[in-house]
């Protein structure tokens, strides 16, 4: 069973650029999360998805970012017109979110952006 | 505004030593305590869990302490080893909602 499916692992853009992320969960899941690293920082919460639905947004930036989940393919994380700030790591962790959801994310390996 | 502090930031510590690492909440409804360890390079895996209604929890050499009065729960790794070298996250959820994470703690295991 495969598990959180992120590309690319690593991506570099210039400042005004785009940048996707795609992310693929694990057989079964239905619910995706992403989630931004900073160097030295934790992880903190993006948005919450589930197939063409966005259940929580409240951790987006209100402007050039936005996420989908379409019925059929994985969910993609878009970042418009780039920043040297966007520049960290981007995980996506998909759960059941059923009777079998016991709580756990399972996380894929992230996705390098580095903006120049 | 961080809904789990935790701390230290950095911890060395001896083979064979105790790991200890601390988190607080305040958010009352929060009632799943997980820790995340993760490598360099990697996404954060699921070590060990709690809910609220156990005050400990046991795996291994990984231990959570839960005290729900003082909102504190804390990660203990009992003789630690070099491979244990990793960065650990608690977090926090309530009911279907998102985890929320701590800053992380990277730990040194010393051989």
């Known amino acids: 069973n495969a598990g959180v499916m992120q590309n690319p692992r690593h991506l570099v853009r210039r400042r005004g650029q785009e940048a996707r992320l795609r992310c693929s969960p694990m057989k079964g899941h239905s619910h995706v999360y992403w989630y931004r690293q900073l160097p030295e920082e934790g992880l903190k919460f993006m948005v919450y998805l589930q197939k063409e639905n966005i259940i929580d947004e409240s951790g987006m930036p209100k402007e050039r970012f936005s996420a989908e989940f379409p019925k059929e393919g994985p969910s993609i994380l878009r970042i418009q017109q780039v920043v040297r700030g966007d520049s960290a790591a981007y995980f996506c962790?998909?759960?059941?979110?059923?009777?079998?959801?016991?709580?756990?994310?399972?996380f894929g390996e992230g996705s390098r952006l580095t903006v120049l | 505004q961080q809904q789990v502090k935790q701390s230290p930031q950095s911890l060395i510590v001896q083979k064979g030593g105790i790991s200890i690492i601390n988190c607080a909440y305040e958010n009352t409804a929060f009632d799943y305590f997980p820790w995340y360890q993760q490598f360099p390079g990697k996404g954060p895996a699921l070590l060990i869990a709690i809910r609220p209604d156990v005050s400990e929890k046991k795996e291994g050499r990984f231990t959570i302490s839960f005290n729900k009065s003082a909102k504190q729960f804390s990660l203990h790794i009992m003789d630690s080893q070099p491979g244990d070298s990793a960065t650990y996250f608690c977090a926090a959820s309530s009911g279907a909602n998102n985890l929320f994470f701590g800053t992380g703690t990277r730990l040194t295991v010393i051989p």
């Open positions: 962790a998909s759960s059941p979110r059923d009777r079998d959801y016991t709580g756990e994310l399972f």
